[in-house]
Nanobody
Framework: QVQPVESGGGLVQPGGSLRLSCAAS????????MGWYRQAPGKKREMVAV???????NYADSVKGRFTISRDNAKHTVYLQMKTLKPEDTAVYYC?????????WGQGTQVTVSP
């Protein structure tokens, strides 16, 4: 069993920055891709950014150029640096970790972008 735990959410003004972290613990043999999804009220959960174990990344068009995903394999941790935040970035952000063939989700962390 793998447990991802997110941290770093909060309230920020438009144009501001936040950094999310997600540390995976438990029976970790091999982590494949790690990433971030988000879900705004009344909307479906959507992919924000993912990174595989070769450091290849993929971003949603809405965050390209503003968000950067990275990972520290030694710490089993994935990060999401978010800059130039907009009100439409407001959502619960969920970490996802794939270990073997199984996906594990974190509990989510709230990001609110508001004046």
């Amino acid at each position: 069993q793998v447990q991802p735990v997110e941290s770093g959410g909060g309230l920020v003004q438009p144009g501001g920055s936040l950094r999310l972290s997600c540390a995976a613990s438990g029976s970790i043999l091999r982590l494949n891709f790690m990433g971030w999804y988000r879900q705004a009220p009344g909307k479906k959960r959507e992919m924000v950014a993912v990174i595989d174990n070769g450091a290849n990344t993929n971003y949603a068009d809405s965050v390209k150029g503003r968000f950067t995903i990275s990972r520290d394999n030694a710490k089993h941790t994935v990060y999401l640096q978010m800059k130039t935040l907009k009100p439409e970035d407001t959502a619960v952000y969920y970490c996802i970790v794939r270990a073997g063939l199984v996906d594990y989700w974190g509990q989510g962390t709230q990001v609110t972008v508001s004046p």
